[in-house]
């Protein structure tokens, strides 16, 4: 089993509307954990980390399942300017390194 | 945007052949890192390095070294070029060991025939 899982889509949205996906992770000793984002032929960049309390940044919203071992991504209102891939990344101290998964495409649609 | 550059951005090369490529920072941070990143895989880490001249493999360190003798930069070196190392090439820089909070350069695309 792949340590990060991710479904890479892509999940075509309509504008204005609300996508969600999730990050599988096989660790469970894993501690941290992050979304990126990354455009097309750009560098990642972080959105976002993911507390246990799960956490929102304007339109956007990650959840934690430790149970479950997964991460979550919400987004509301989906804007064209948000069409990228967005990666999971999970940093477990047993490996003592990050993780990143391949990501999970997204097409907003006029 | 943090201050990293990446050099050269991209470049061709035949089989066989040395390539180094730069990672320059500005930011005075300790940690970084060199990923490679392939259609189909997640951001693979190739070497890190902690400080001046202490370095260390990564998941994917065959046929690479490095080197950092200065906290700005760090190389990363493909002794001899093979086809399986054609990839996109980040850079990446943190205030601390292994931290979620990377910098990333613009990347470095890199083809060898």
Same mark, same amino acid.
């Given at each position: 089993?792949?340590?990060?899982?991710?479904?890479?889509?892509?999940?075509?949205?309509?504008?204005?509307?609300?996508?969600?996906?999730?990050?599988?992770?096989?660790?469970?000793?894993?501690?941290?954990?992050?979304?990126?984002?990354?455009?097309?032929?750009?560098?990642?960049?972080?959105?976002?980390?993911?507390?246990?309390?799960?956490?929102?940044?304007?339109?956007?919203?990650?959840?934690?399942?430790?149970?479950?071992?997964?991460?979550?991504?919400?987004?509301?209102?989906?804007?064209?300017?948000?069409?990228?891939?967005?990666?999971?990344?999970?940093?477990?101290?047993?490996?003592?390194?990050?993780?990143?998964?391949?990501?999970?495409?997204?097409?907003?649609?006029? | 945007?943090?201050? =990293?550059?990446? &050099?050269?951005?991209? *470049?061709? $090369?035949?089989? !066989?052949?040395?390539?180094?490529?730069?990672?320059?920072?500005?930011?005075?941070?300790?940690?970084?890192?060199?990923?490679?990143?392939?259609?189909?895989?997640?951001?693979?880490? =190739?070497?890190? &390095?902690?400080?001046? *001249?202490? $370095?260390?493999? !990564?998941?994917?360190?065959?046929?690479?070294?490095?080197?950092?003798?200065?906290?700005?930069?760090?190389?990363?070196?493909?002794?001899?070029?093979?086809?399986?190392?054609?990839?996109?090439?980040?850079?990446?820089?943190?205030?601390?060991?292994?931290? !979620?909070?990377?910098?990333?350069?613009?990347?470095?695309?890199?083809?060898?025939?």
């Amino acid at each position: 089993r792949k340590e990060v899982e991710q479904d890479p889509g892509p999940f075509n949205v309509p504008e204005g509307a609300t996508v969600a996906f999730n990050c599988t992770y096989s660790n469970s000793a894993s501690q941290s954990f992050f979304w990126y984002r990354q455009d097309c032929r750009k560098e990642p960049k972080l959105l976002m980390s993911v507390y246990s309390s799960g956490n929102e940044d304007g339109r956007f919203t990650a959840q934690l399942n430790r149970a479950s071992q997964y991460i979550s991504l919400l987004i509301r209102d989906s804007k064209l300017s948000d069409s990228a891939t967005y990666l999971c990344v999970v940093f477990s101290y047993g490996n003592n390194r990050l993780a990143f998964g391949k990501g999970n495409q997204v097409v907003v649609i006029p | 945007d943090a201050g =990293i550059t990446q &050099s050269p951005r991209h *470049k061709v $090369t035949e089989t !066989g052949t040395p390539v180094t490529l730069r990672c320059h920072q500005t930011e005075n941070h300790r940690y970084m890192y060199w990923y490679r990143q392939d259609p189909g895989h997640g951001l693979r880490l =190739i070497h890190y &390095s902690y400080g001046v *001249k202490d $370095t260390d493999k !990564g998941e994917v360190s065959d046929g690479y070294s490095v080197s950092r003798s200065k906290t700005e930069d760090f190389l990363l070196t493909l002794e001899s070029a093979t086809s399986s190392q054609t990839s996109v090439y980040f850079c990446a820089i943190s205030l601390g060991p292994h931290d !979620g909070e990377l910098f990333f350069g613009e990347g470095s695309r890199l083809t060898v025939l």
